[in-house]
């Protein structure tokens, strides 16, 4: 034994160590990336993502989040220069347009778990030319008027439910030198929500579809109904309702001067509870409640609007060994427990879950159980970005007094046209 | 294989003399080399980051691509559509214009006439100075969102201070009127830059030497012939720098209209680079919005030859 027994078993133990050693050093981490508009992630994400790693060992997930004004610019750079790319977390207008620029994957029969997981409203709206390009991920949301019961208490006004009692609510705590109604009017895009909600209602409830039809040239954007809905929202002005200067009012100037108590409502989505809650002081929050979007016609019913959650989808040209990897994390998102966790921490009055109720914010259950039944998706996730502008453009040009409601259509229809010059064809 | 050649006599001679050669060449030459070896390495990046993109540019004006999907070559389609047929790139043009014609008068008279007052013996010299030239080191979306704010017709600064002074006939909606929008963006711009152009013509007229001066007080001159004769006419080059700079800054505005304005409201304040970004952005048309900033390249280019040719023909040297 001795000596060759003892060479032996120092051969054997180095043998044993050095593979122990280098199978631990050289193993190979597997980075997933998650590129979009996940941009705090620090608040609720980045645990989701520690989750993920634990339950794949090896696992790291990296994640890539652009505000949306600058997530193109980013995005394309990345993908023309061949950066690794694996899960995308898309906006609902990205979304549209990566799926048919195929730059989504088509998760048609990889994703089947959404049917008996999501409701219809989520399950269906990443579907593109009937193919499903992402899954939808965490909150629905929707819209309407956020007041404060103390103004409106003031002037011993109850929720309005006509435009004409808004108006005349409007004008009574105007007198009592307090703004009625602010709005971000400088973050244009915030604008095109006002007609989602008069549009949905001056087109008989039958936004969605009609919108399809202007899109395929059947409809114009001239049509009396459109002309109607934008001049609804001159009408705002017109009356005096609007805080002077809305249109040079960013994001946290129109939540500060609301939650400040220098205007009785607010017009916004559920997304900005969160904000109240942290930010408005106690009295405020003990005050702001919310109605629906007051009925322009007696025969007209409101139709609030909304979204469906994160576009969650894969990168098309995905490095095939991470596919697998990507579908999996898709699905770990959009379990009912990781969407329960983003809802609370998000006030979501609703998720795309069918299991998950949203936050137990009274506010948020309110707008969940009076708005979100006839919410109706944001028509800028139809429209293809040159209308969207037009829009923009038009609605603030209305509210501004530069242009009336039927210039503002010819204006949209315009850049339609030269949109259809150049090839556009919608997919439904 | 077999090496042994490489210790032939015959390779030694070639080798020695070649050697040679290189020796001879190398310190006849050293001052280039040494020169060229400390040029490449910021040749190198200055190739890389300027010249490929510039170049690779005009490739991406001449194609139709979203940025995404594969490149299309169409020729000169798309800065024909540019001269043609894009009403919007002329409302830009024009509003470039019209803020080239704001600045760059209003920050160089402004300029040279603080550079005058500072240039004399003040109390607090330097205190102004330095104050004159914050506005300067600040970022344009840091001013952007100051500005908004002031002019904020709600709750804005401005507005606020007129209606103090019972100057109510003066309060406007500062950005968010299209007649006057535009000039609030001037305003903004003239005030973050005034700073930059008055230090170089303070350091213009403390270059000048005194001889000139005390040459025309010999000859009798007086104060104003002093300034007409003398300080201006001396101040010609310096005049052509800065009006140069300020005339490439406004048609290259971005930052501050996007920030305060983003070309809003209904186009009013719409310049060349946010239309160019809308484009390539936002209308995911990549091909179109480079070729956009190509015609833009073109026109600055025109203007600055013309304006250096103008101001070139009547400088003065000391």
Redesign the interface.
Known sequence: MSRKMLCYTILMVLVVGLTVITSGVFAKETTLTVWGIVTAPEQAWDKLYAKFEQEHPGVKVKNYGFMSETF??MF?AA??GGEQIDVLFLNGQDAR??AT???LMDLSGKVDYIENRLIPFAKDVYKFAGRQYAVSVGGVSTSGFYYNKKYFRDVGASEPVSYEELAVIGKKIKAKGI?PLTHM??I?YMWPMWIFETYGQTSGNDSVRKTALTLKNEIKFTHPEYIEAIDAIGRFARDGLF????????RE?SLA?FMAG?AAMHYGGTWEIPGFRMNGPKEFNDNVWAFIFPKLKPQFSPQPCGGAGIAAGVYSKIDPSRKELALEFIEYVSRDENVKFLAEIERQVHTSNVNVAGSSDPLAIYMGQKMLPHTKVFLDWIWP??VN?AFQ??I??VV?G??IARQAMEFVQEEFDKLVTRGYKFVE | MDWGWLFSPTFSVFGLVIMNWWRRFYNKNAIYFTAYFLIVPALILYIVFRVYPIVYGGYISLQEW????PMKFIGLKNFSEVLFNDRLFKVSLLHNTIYALGTVTGKNLLGLFLALLLNERLRGRTIFRTILFMPVVMSFVAVGILW??I??????LLNTLLQGLHLNFLIR??????RIALYSLIGIDIWKWTGFHMVIFLAALQSIPQTFYEAAMIDGASKRQFFWHVTIHLLVPVTTFNVLISLIGAFNVFDLVFVVT?G????ATEVVLTHMY?Q?????R?GYGTAIAYTLFVIIFILSLLQMRIMQGKKYEF
Do not use: C
């Not at chain 1, 805080?243 to 960013?250: E, K, W």
């Open positions: 193109m610019e394309m993908h023309a347009y990566f620029a195929g730059i703004a009017g400088k244009i805080i002077s200067g809305v249109n040079a009012l960013d100037a001067i220098k970005p040159e502008r453009q038009g603030q040009a501004g530069q242009m | 979203d940025g995404l999907r908004s704010w002019l904020n017709p709600a709750f804005g909606e500062w950005i968010t009127d299209p983003q809003g409201p209904f186009h809308i390539a952005f936002k209308f995911y990549v």
